[in-house]
């Protein structure tokens, strides 16, 4: 069986693109590959796959990245867990003997928690919280997209980064963990999970945010795992190669539930498409206040400027000074922004 069968459906779309965008009076030189969180990571696996080389020019990397694949040892650990809660041999054979449904359904019974994944070569991509990722396979995915672009992979497309600024609210707040870390032992022991020196770590987030809980600073440290740090990585790698490089920052916080959630995971996605009315109101993304419409024609009108031209309208990002747009009510360049909490994942898988 052909292996990351999800990225041969993606490359198969894309040549279709290519073979037919002057159809639709399109430019099959200037296609924008561009999605948000798995999306994303989707996308960063595309920008390092051999056989996508050629069919995007330009992409945009949301919430999304270069580190988030599989070992083979990673998926066979996953692999072997599910055909025990199937109860069939873990062969592809025995699982043709399912339909699509009946697979789906079995995946939502194999959790996290049931599967070790961290090994001593790989980090857990998900972080104990995701265990469905691309594998890699020595062909599409021969190594970590994060190190085929330090090797110089799409060294010719324009690429544009991003993350949000609370990320990881929406995932740790439904679930009340944040308020139940109340004690800096917790804290440290949820901290382990992703980072090998967790006190040292959580001391200086404190020194940084020295207004947050101990659950808002767990908040901050995993959405610095699972999309901060693996966005300025990537961010890094790719401005190393000629293709430009810019990176942003989406810090526009919702009102949703009392403000709590701030700028969370997906909240850009009403704001980027710029159809706020369905994201508006007490169960809208955006809240009940919404946003302005001046920042969603804003942000449409920057991520079309890059599709069309490759500059987003501000400056280029390099290694040295990190220059990242602040995207807000108001917009800024930061140059080298949270640099004391990126010096502490520096070696960190």
């Given at each position: 069986?052909?292996?990351?069968?999800?990225l041969?459906?993606?490359?198969?779309?894309?040549r279709?693109v290519?073979?037919?965008?002057?159809?639709?009076?399109?430019?099959?030189?200037?296609v924008?590959?561009?999605?948000?969180?798995?999306?994303?990571?989707s996308?960063?696996?595309?920008?390092?796959?051999?056989?996508?080389?050629?069919?995007?020019?330009?992409?945009?990397?949301?919430?999304?990245?270069?580190?988030a694949?599989?070992?083979?040892?990673?998926?066979?650990r996953?692999?072997?867990?599910?055909?025990?809660?199937?109860?069939?041999?873990?062969?592809?054979?025995?699982?043709?003997r399912?339909?699509?449904?009946?697979?789906?359904?079995?995946q939502?019974?194999?959790?996290?928690?049931?599967?070790?994944?961290?090994?001593?070569?790989?980090?857990?991509?998900?972080?104990g919280?995701?265990?469905?990722?691309?594998?890699?396979?020595?062909?599409?995915?021969?190594?970590?997209?994060?190190?085929g672009?330090?090797?110089?992979?799409?060294?010719?497309?324009?690429?544009?980064?991003?993350?949000?600024s609370?990320?990881?609210?929406?995932?740790?707040?439904?679930?009340?963990?944040?308020?139940?870390?109340?004690?800096?032992?917790?804290?440290?022991?949820?901290?382990?999970?992703?980072?090998?020196?967790?006190?040292?770590?959580?001391?200086?987030?404190?020194?940084?945010?020295?207004?947050?809980?101990r659950?808002e600073?767990?908040s901050?440290?995993?959405?610095?795992?699972?999309?901060?740090?693996?966005?300025?990585?990537?961010?890094?790698?790719?401005?190393?190669?000629?293709?430009?490089?810019?990176?942003?920052?989406?810090?526009?916080?919702?009102?949703?539930?009392?403000?709590?959630?701030?700028?969370?995971?997906?909240?850009?996605?009403?704001?980027?498409?710029?159809?706020?009315?369905?994201?508006?109101?007490?169960?809208?993304?955006?809240?009940?206040?919404?946003?302005?419409?001046?920042?969603?024609?804003?942000?449409?009108?920057?991520?079309?400027?890059?599709?069309?031209t490759?500059?987003?309208?501000?400056?280029?990002?390099?290694?040295g000074?990190?220059?990242t747009?602040?995207?807000g009510?108001?917009?800024?360049?930061?140059?080298?922004?949270?640099?004391?909490?990126?010096?502490?994942?520096?070696?960190?898988?």
């Amino acid at each position: 069986m052909p292996s990351n069968l999800g990225l041969r459906d993606q490359l198969a779309a894309l040549r279709w693109v290519r073979a037919n965008a002057a159809r639709f009076g399109g430019d099959p030189a200037r296609v924008t590959l561009f999605g948000e969180s798995a999306g994303g990571m989707s996308v960063a696996a595309l920008l390092a796959c051999p056989a996508a080389t050629g069919l995007f020019r330009r992409a945009i990397v949301m919430s999304g990245s270069g580190q988030a694949v599989l070992s083979g040892e990673q998926a066979d650990r996953i692999a072997a867990r599910y055909a025990q809660v199937l109860k069939i041999e873990n062969t592809a054979a025995a699982y043709r003997r399912f339909t699509p449904e009946q697979l789906l359904a079995a995946q939502r019974r194999v959790t996290p928690k049931m599967v070790k994944l961290e090994t001593d070569e790989y980090a857990d991509p998900g972080g104990g919280q995701v265990l469905y990722f691309p594998v890699i396979d020595g062909d599409l995915v021969p190594a970590l997209p994060l190190a085929g672009l330090r090797d110089g992979a799409s060294r010719a497309v324009d690429v544009l980064v991003g993350y949000n600024s609370d990320e990881a609210n929406y995932f740790l707040i439904p679930t009340g963990l944040l308020k139940k870390i109340k004690f800096d032992f917790l804290l440290n022991l949820a901290v382990k999970r992703v980072h090998p020196a967790p006190a040292a770590l959580t001391a200086v987030y404190k020194r940084v945010y020295p207004e947050k809980s101990r659950g808002e600073l767990l908040s901050a440290i995993a959405t610095a795992y699972q999309f901060q740090v693996p966005s300025v990585r990537l961010a890094d790698a790719h401005a190393r190669q000629p293709g430009h490089t810019f990176m942003y920052e989406f810090g526009w916080q919702s009102s949703a539930v009392g403000g709590t959630y701030g700028a969370y995971h997906g909240l850009e996605l009403p704001l980027v498409f710029n159809n706020r009315a369905v994201a508006t109101g007490p169960r809208g993304m955006l809240g009940p206040a919404g946003a302005s419409a001046a920042l969603a024609a804003r942000m449409q009108a920057a991520w079309v400027a890059f599709a069309k031209t490759g500059d987003p309208g501000w400056a280029a990002y390099a290694p040295g000074e990190r220059k990242t747009m602040l995207i807000g009510d108001t917009w800024h360049v930061q140059t080298n922004p949270h640099a004391a909490e990126l010096r502490a994942w520096e070696g960190v898988r």
